[in-house]
């Protein structure tokens, strides 16, 4: 992997959070919000609205304003909550810790289910094994997380009282209660990662026992256990690694939903809270820190990729 790629990737992610954060501020420019009303209120007098603009730089030109915020933004500042008066910095990655939390026990518990179960469907491909994996992936592209976040809530917390059916517990407080808490959010979001996954896994791994390299590992007299395992696996699981950094973009959006759903402060509830309340900085901020954790995420599986398989080559 030569420097000169790693040099363009990152200029390529610093460009595209440029072009994210024109977007963003475009968008944020014509909603229907005035940053000096949100902060003094609507019976305001004229007088001090408009002193208030003056001193927000709210009458100055639209790219005067975008100068000053981006500039802000390269410096570490992401401006004050209109809402809450506090800064949104410390707010907004407090709450993108939590929701990286949330994704990578997601994550987790994907690979744990879906690659085995990916394995088991191609290997006995065209039984009750496939069929019911084939079910169980069907079922987990099918259903919205709403539907499936009600079901999980109704069966395990009202009926059964085995989990709590809201809420959110720092692990630092209290280990277990937190593992309580994230246990329905988890399984709900990583219904759909594992029916992505394990269609792939199956799909990548029937091609694979396919190809001539493969039949070759077999006469030579390799068990089934170690052409799997030596051979079939190490290739069929690389497409694996795209698979879960594009779900990311799914987790992002998966993870607002289930945030809401099972009052879970992270970056998603954030956001929502911020367009009920027009707050315009932290829409901003929200946007481009998800927009930026997305890109990292990308360029970190492109590196995983050119690691785990020498024949991929950047230049």
Partial sequence: MSPNYLLKRLLMIFYTLFVVSLIVFAITQVLPADAAVMMLGEHATPEALDALRQTMGLNAPVWVQYGHWLWALLQGDFGTSLRTGQPIGPAMFSALGRSLLLAFLSIGLMLILAIPLGIIAAIRRGKVADIVVSLISYLGVALPEFVTATVAVLLLADWLKWLPPTGYVSPTEDFFGAIAHLILPVCVISVILIAHVSRMVRSELVDVLH?????????????????????????????????????????????????????????????????????????????????????????????????????????
């Fill in 211 to 315: 190809t001539d390299y493969i039949r070759a590992a077999r006469l030579k007299g390799m068990s089934r256990g170690t052409v799997l395992r030596r051979h079939a696996l190490r290739n069929a699981l690389l497409p694996t690694i795209t698979i879960v950094a594009l779900d990311v973009g799914y987790l992002l959006g998966g993870v607002i939903v289930v945030e809401e759903i099972f009052a879970i402060p992270g970056i998603g509830r954030e956001l929502i809270v911020a367009i009920q309340a027009r707050d315009l900085p932290v829409i901003q901020a929200g946007v481009l820190i998800m927009a930026a954790t997305y890109s990292i995420v990308n360029f970190i599986a492109d590196m995983l990729y050119a690691v785990l398989d020498k024949r991929i080559q950047y230049d």
